[in-house]
Each structure stands twice: as structure tokens, then as C-alpha cells.
């Protein structure tokens, strides 16, 4: 089992509606969690950080963290054609960040 | 603004030859860290710093080295490339809290060995 997984998609949703990514982790232990996207041929930029349980949004978008459940979230509402990418899950373990594989999204216009 | 650049963006070495990439971050973070990313590994630790002359290997560190003589700069060395590492390399760093705080990273470094 890997200590981040993601489903690696393709995720195809239409423009407009919510988008929804999962991750689940295996580290009961971690702390902190954060969402990054990526595009094609570009570096990881971050977009939210999470520490505790619920939810927690900046604007379109909403991390939502469950550690009972051991897993975390990323909704986009009002999904964009720009929002097509490529979105990473990282979990922190023993200082370090450790990486889900990523789920690709495409948002269909 | 702070930033974090990488020299050469793209690179292509023969086997064998020893290979430096360059990392230079202008944000003051204390913790500096190399990644590399391949179709379906997702990004992979090869190298971390939290400090001046502190250096720490990952989880692919083989083949691979790092020093860190300053803040702003986290060079990576292949000593000897090899085929296998092809790949995309970041780097990235981190304000504080040994490594837990969030990264940001470089623009990345297209490395082709053949």
C-alpha cells in the first residue's frame, strides 16, 4: 500500500460543476496536508494547506480533511477549462512531505 | 519577489559523465529539497537540506549528491549518469518547521541521459 493514494484519473468533469479530488493516506500520525496542481511541462504550485479536521475554503475551492477516515479532499466549484491539470496530494511524515501520484483533471467546456 | 530558479531547464549528458544542477532560492527558506518526477512515481525525494551544511539523503538518493555552502543555494550532482536518471528535477524549499511547513518549488530541470 502506498503511504498517498490517488486515483490517477482522468477525472472528466463537465464546465461548471464541482470537481471533486480524494486522497487517503496511511500515516495516522500526519499533521498537515496540502493540495498542489500542475500543469503540463510545469512545476507543483501550491494551493491550500489543511491542519485540522473539516473543512477549509479559498474561494472556488474547499479542502475538506477527515483523519479519522484518514483521508483529504479537494472540491472545485464553478469548474473552469483552466482548472484542467494535474492535482497532487502531499502529506507531511517525519518533517518531510510525502506525495501522492496525482489525479488528472479534465474540465470538458 | 522571491523566487526559486534552476539552471539548465534542459539538459542532455552522455553516460558516465558527471552532471551538476542548479538551485538558487531568493525566499531566505531554511529547508531546501531536490525531487525528481517520472510518468507514474509522482515526485520523488532525492535530497534534502534544513540548513547550512546540513544535507540528507531520500529515497532515491543513490548516484545522487548534494552541499549546501549557503541559504540560497542547493546544488545536485550526478557523479556518474546513468540512463535511469532521466527524468524531470525540481527543487523546492520551505520557510521553517523542518520540512512540514509548505514547499515551493522551481521551475524544474529536464535532464536526458543518454
Known amino acids: 500500500q502506498k503511504e498517498v493514494e490517488q486515483n490517477s484519473g482522468p477525472l472528466s468533469v463537465p464546465e461548471g460543476a464541482i470537481a471533486s479530488l480524494n486522497c487517503t493516506y496511511s500515516?495516522?500520525?500526519?499533521?498537515?496536508f496540502f493540495w498542489y496542481r500542475q500543469y503540463s511541462g510545469k512545476s507543483p504550485e501550491l494551493i491550500m494547506f489543511?491542519?485540522s479536521n473539516g473543512d477549509k475554503e479559498d474561494g472556488r475551492f474547499t479542502a475538506q480533511l477527515n483523519k479519522a477516515s484518514q483521508y483529504v479532499s479537494l472540491l472545485i466549484r464553478d469548474s473552469q477549462p483552466s482548472d484542467s491539470a494535474t492535482y497532487l496530494c502531499?502529506?507531511?511524515?517525519?518533517?518531510?512531505?510525502?506525495w501522492g501520484a496525482g489525479t488528472k483533471l479534465i474540465i470538458k467546456p | 519577489d522571491a523566487e526559486i530558479t534552476q539552471s539548465p531547464r534542459h539538459k542532455i549528458t552522455e553516460t558516465g559523465r558527471q552532471v551538476t544542477l542548479a538551485c538558487h532560492q531568493t525566499?531566505?527558506?531554511?529547508?531546501m529539497f531536490w525531487y525528481r518526477q517520472d510518468l507514474g512515481h509522482g515526485l520523488r525525494l532525492i535530497h534534502y537540506?534544513?540548513?547550512?551544511?546540513?544535507?540528507n539523503k531520500g529515497e532515491v538518493s543513490d548516484g545522487y549528491s548534494v552541499s549546501r555552502s549557503n541559504t540560497e543555494d542547493l546544488p545536485l550532482t550526478l557523479e556518474s549518469a546513468a540512463s535511469s536518471q532521466t527524468s524531470v528535477y525540481f527543487c523546492?524549499?520551505?520557510?521553517?518547521?523542518?520540512?512540514?511547513?509548505?514547499?515551493?518549488f522551481g521551475p524544474g530541470t529536464r535532464l536526458t541521459v543518454t
Open positions: 523546492a524549499s520551505s520557510e521553517s518547521g523542518q520540512g512540514a511547513d509548505e514547499q515551493y
Open positions: 525566499w531566505n527558506h531554511n529547508n
Open positions: 537540506s534544513y540548513g547550512v551544511q546540513d544535507t
Open positions: 500515516d495516522r500520525g500526519s499533521q498537515s
Open positions: 489543511i491542519y
Open positions: 502531499a502529506v507531511n511524515k517525519d518533517y518531510q512531505l510525502i
